[in-house]
């Protein structure tokens, strides 16, 4: 069995890690990926809509600093997690992976944004679980 488990630093990405590790038992023997989006920072998109184009660009994140603490727990629970990292949309990206990557099963954290959040910004979880090719698990 191969898993993608999405991975982004907050809180919520953690929760999927560790009940992950609790299931141990049920998914040990498989190939855990975990997968890091970094989204567009903000002022490109501000850019494309004709701001100033000499804005300073916001500095990206150190995918491997922020998925590391989230891989030691996979491991301290007996898997060998990966890590993809990639910039993009996350959930256009997660569902890319999940279908290119022969993935069974793709685990998300449930988001923690409230509904004006989630009405303005979309939900990374709806995306994916519309357009996913496998199933999708997420955990809350």
Do not use: N
């Not at 907050?10 to 038992?25: D, G, K």
């Not at 990926?33 to 804005?55: H, K, N, S």
């Not at 409230?114 to 995306?127: A, E, I, K, N």
């Amino acid at each position: 069995m191969k898993i993608l488990v999405a991975i982004d630093g907050r809180p919520t990405s953690r929760h999927a890690v560790e009940w992950l590790a609790r299931q141990h038992a049920l998914f040990g023997a498989a190939a855990l990926t975990c997968l890091f989006i970094e989204p567009p920072p903000p002022l490109r998109a501000v850019g494309a809509l004709g701001a100033d184009p000499g804005m300073p660009a916001s500095p990206g994140v150190d995918a491997p600093a922020v998925a590391a603490p989230l891989l030691q727990i996979l491991r301290e629970a007996g898997y060998q997690p990966t890590l993809d990292a990639r910039a993009g949309e996350p959930g256009p990206e997660i569902v890319q992976a999940a279908g290119d990557g022969g993935y069974d099963l793709v685990v998300l954290g449930a988001s923690e944004g409230g509904l004006l959040r989630r009405t303005v910004l979309g939900s990374v979880g709806r995306t994916v679980l519309a357009a996913s090719p496998v199933p999708v698990l997420i955990v809350r």
